[in-house]
C-alpha cells in the first residue's frame, strides 16, 4: 500500500490576465462539483472579470437575426442552444469558437 498522492488530483486554473492561480479544492470538497468544477469556475470568473482563465475558450453561440446568444464551455451543449433556437424562430445562429466561426441553419 503506497501513500495516496493527491496532490494532482486537484484541478489548476490559472489566469495570465490576474497573474493568479487557484487551486480549486474549496470547490471540490464543498459543492462537490466534481467535474464541473473547472467549467463553473471559468463561468465565474467570466462573470466577475469579463475574460476566461488559461486554455479556456468558450463556444460562443449567437443568432444573427435577434439579439439572442448563449456562451458554453462545451461543444454538445452550444450546438443543442444553436439548433434549438434555429428551430423554433428560424433564425440562423453563428457558432464561434476561437477563431473557427460556424452557422447553423434552421434547416439543418
Ligand atoms: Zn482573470
Ligand atoms: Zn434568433
Known sequence: MSEPTDIDDTPTITCSRCDREWDLAYELDELRAGNSAVEQFALDHERHTGHYPDGVTPWIAACRCCPAGER???????????RTHARHTDHGVAL???????????DA
Open 72 to 82: 458554453f464551455l462545451r461543444e454538445r451543449p452550444a450546438r443543442r442552444w444553436a
Open 96 to 106: 464561434q469558437h476561437g477563431d473557427e466561426t460556424a452557422v447553423v441553419d434552421p
